[in-house]
């Protein structure tokens, strides 16, 4: 027998990310006007994280029946994402899929009562930076989480921990990239598209300072 959502539960998953599709590399809009002026389009899905079933994808047999068909239990995600996340489950663990849920709810979160503040063109770079960029944005993304103070804002790369570097007058976060060279160049790419400032001239330690608005943008992304 399947736990599945009913349809409340599976409304209230759309709309806690606005019927966008939770995969941060797809952000789909799932839902939209039809042709007749009394209809509307739907290609999105309330996924189960942990199947509704057993023999599912990434079925867990200690979860009751009313959490499996529970609100955080489901995941909504446009029908494409939905087929490919029951595809390959090495790729796509629970733990991920979660964290999809919980940044694309602090993103729909985020923009209630607000302006975008961005241009389509600037949401356009932003995506394409999460792509080319991954490691970089996710190194960056981690210092924006665990920083309490809400100040951090510069970050420096260094080879190894055998290089020794200080700034005078304030604090920096280090990432080191010798086994990850091509951060070097994703953080490049950042700076060149006006998401990092850059405060040295040095290529073997470059010292970089994070933008606000790009700031605010790891901070709920």
């Not at 867990?60 to 529970?70: G, K, N, V, Y």
């Not at 607000?114 to 932003?126: A, F, H, I």
């Not at 970050?155 to 990850?180: A, C, D, R």
Request: hydrophobic letters at 35%; proline letters at 4%.
């Amino acid at each position: 027998m399947r736990d599945d959502f009913n349809q409340k539960t599976k409304d209230i998953l759309a709309r806690r990310v606005c019927f966008v599709c939770s995969n941060p590399e797809c952000r789909k809009h799932t839902s939209g006007p039809g042709e007749q002026p009394d209809k509307a389009v739907n290609i999105g899905v309330a996924a189960h994280i942990t199947a509704a079933s057993e023999g599912g994808p990434r079925y867990d047999p200690f979860m009751s029946a009313d959490e499996r068909s529970s609100v955080e239990n489901g995941i909504w995600l446009c029908q494409d994402c939905a087929h490919l996340i029951d595809a390959d489950l090495r790729k796509y663990p629970v733990e991920l899929l979660y964290r999809w849920k919980r940044r694309t709810e602090a993103e729909a979160r985020a923009s209630i009562g607000r302006r975008s503040g961005m241009s389509s063109d600037e949401l356009l770079l932003l995506s394409e930076a999460e792509t080319l960029c991954a490691g970089a944005v996710e190194y960056l993304r981690y210092i924006v989480e665990k920083d309490d103070t809400h100040l951090l804002r510069d970050v420096v790369l260094l080879p190894n921990k055998n290089v020794m570097f200080g700034v005078w007058g304030g604090t920096h976060s280090t990432i080191y990239y010798e086994e990850q060279p091509i951060l070097k160049q994703q953080f490049r790419w950042l700076h060149e598209q006006g998401f990092l400032e850059k405060l040295n001239d040095r290529s073997d330690t470059p010292l970089y300072r994070i933008r606000n608005s790009f700031y605010r943008w790891l901070a709920i992304s």
